[in-house]
């Protein structure tokens, strides 16, 4: 049985997509892990998949002094790395991205295993700029990032299967939502959104006269409350549901949600993360809403929130456009080109 190991991490961005296609290859392939100790050492061990975690450098995008230790910190990574490929002999090595990316790609070229990496962004992270060519291809989510690379090609984002088969009716009655009203769902990323949190309660008063609605607001970030139709999760494993039961997504715009909501055919008001970020959030989303797919607010239009749930839950046009939009999901597509390299 050949052998593939995944990589990337840092964020849920990077490791959700990994588990979408870990999914359907597991059972035809063995695989292993390399992450660091992030949110991949939470959601990936609980699969089965060996999971080796290393430490590993990140550029700080700002001005410090601990920059100038990456390269020493980087060199250590890759003989690290290298130690565990030798160990495990892939066959293939499959790369999502994110800062542990870069020496598990580095060892692999040095020791002739081939690589694919994928890119989720409209613009190409920094990781996957500096690993493209030592990888046989750079897959991209969108199809437009591929001219950004020589081996750039078109595949579409991974998406998990399981999102595409919950029942609404189902979901409503998990949450204890009627049904007499349409429902909000407001995700602030893994770890929940300060702002959005901030923004959405300042409004709750008036939201929660019109809209049911299930708030998924990250670790430690719930509040006591008694507002009938309100329900909040600090994490929600069962997103299938989530999606299932929402009239309106609200969230952040990275790509795997962006991807997901609509492939999924759900509204969605999407508030892009822009302080601290390279911008690539912002840039997803505007890609979309040039289309008609979607609706942005930018954050520092948060005080508006309220208004712009109403003008996009109402936009009649959303439903007819995502439904001719042709966005699903590229899982298929990867597989293939994993299966190809193989």
């Known amino acids: ?43 990936v061990p609980p699969t089965g998949i060996p999971f080796y975690r290393i430490e590993c450098p990140k550029l700080i995008r700002s001005f410090t002094l601990k920059n100038l230790a990456i390269p020493l910190s980087l060199q250590k990574a890759k003989r690290e790395c290298k130690r565990i490929l030798q160990d495990i002999a892939p066959d293939l090595v499959f790369s999502k991205g994110g800062y542990v990316s870069l020496p598990v790609v580095l060892a692999a070229k040095q020791l002739k295993i081939p ?39 078109y595949t579409g984002s991974p998406i998990r299967e399981e999102l595409f088969s919950a029942s609404k009716k189902d979901a409503m009655q998990k949450y204890a939502f009627s049904g007499k009203r349409k429902i909000l769902l407001v995700l602030g990323g893994g770890s929940g959104s300060v702002k959005i949190n901030e923004a959405l309660r300042r409004d709750l008063s008036l939201l929660a006269k019109r809209y049911d609605i299930l708030h998924v607001c990250g670790k430690g970030n719930t509040v006591q409350n008694n507002i009938a139709g309100y329900v909040q999760r600090e994490y929600e494993p069962d997103m299938a549901s989530a999606y299932a039961c929402a009239d309106l997504v609200i969230a952040r715009s990275g790509s795997n949600t962006l991807f997901e909501v609509l492939a999924l055919h759900k509204k969605a008001l999407f508030i892009p993360l822009e302080s601290g970020s390279r911008g690539d959030q912002l840039k997803n989303a505007e890609y979309f809403e040039k289309k008609r797919l979607c609706h942005v607010l930018r954050e520092k239009q948060l005080e508006h929130l309220f208004p712009a749930i109403e003008n996009a839950i109402s936009d009649k046009e959303l439903c007819d456009n995502l439904t001719l939009s042709g966005v699903k999901s590229g899982t298929e597509n990867i597989i293939k080109e994993i299966e190809r390299a193989l």
């Open 1 to 43: 049985m050949k052998k593939i190991l995944f990589t990337g991490g840092g964020s849920a961005g990077h490791v959700v997509p990994n588990l979408a296609l870990i999914e359907p290859l597991k059972n035809r392939y063995e695989i292993a892990y390399i992450g660091t100790d992030k949110i991949e050492s939470e959601l």
């Open 115 to 153: 690589c694919l990496t994928h890119e989720s962004d409209l613009t190409a992270g920094l990781t996957n700029r500096l690993i493209a060519r030592k990888c046989k291809n750079v897959l991209c989510s969108f199809s437009e990032t591929t001219e950004s690379f020589p081996n750039g090609k």
